[in-house]
């Protein structure tokens, strides 16, 4: 059974910095391109940002582009977001999802076939 777990999420001030964390099972995991993507009430869920999986090969959205930092610990099946600097509009919930091999098109949702439950961030002005 396939499971991503995020945790790290709470509540922070603006100007902040937490760093969630995604534990995977159950697939081989360095086989895996991982995303953190996020979802604000109202709107629609978006990329942060992904990890492909040679380890250090990353993208991210403009939005969060020199605040946020994707890591992974292939030794540990465990993907990171670092973020920095956060912001009352970085409030969301915060997934991250598998996509197997070569990740082409990391902002395209139908490409991850594995998603967590997600993780809470409040971020208060």
Do not use: H
């Not at 990353?58 to 930092?69: E, G, I, K, L």
């Amino acid at each position: 059974q396939v499971q991503l777990v995020e945790s790290g999420g709470g509540l922070v001030q603006a100007g902040g910095s937490l760093r969630l964390s995604c534990s995977v099972s159950g697939l081989p995991f360095s086989n895996y391109a991982m995303g953190w993507f996020r979802q604000a009430p109202g709107k629609d869920r978006e990329l942060v940002g992904a990890i492909k999986v040679i380890p250090g090969v990353t993208q991210y959205t403009d939005d969060v582009n020199d605040r946020v930092t994707i890591s992974r610990d292939n030794s540990k099946n465990t993907v990171y977001l670092q973020m920095n600097s956060l912001k009352p509009e970085d409030t969301a919930r915060y997934y991250c999802a598998a996509a197997p091999g070569f990740l082409s098109t990391p902002s395209d949702e139908k490409l991850y076939t594995y998603w967590g439950q997600g993780t809470q961030v409040t971020v208060s002005s």
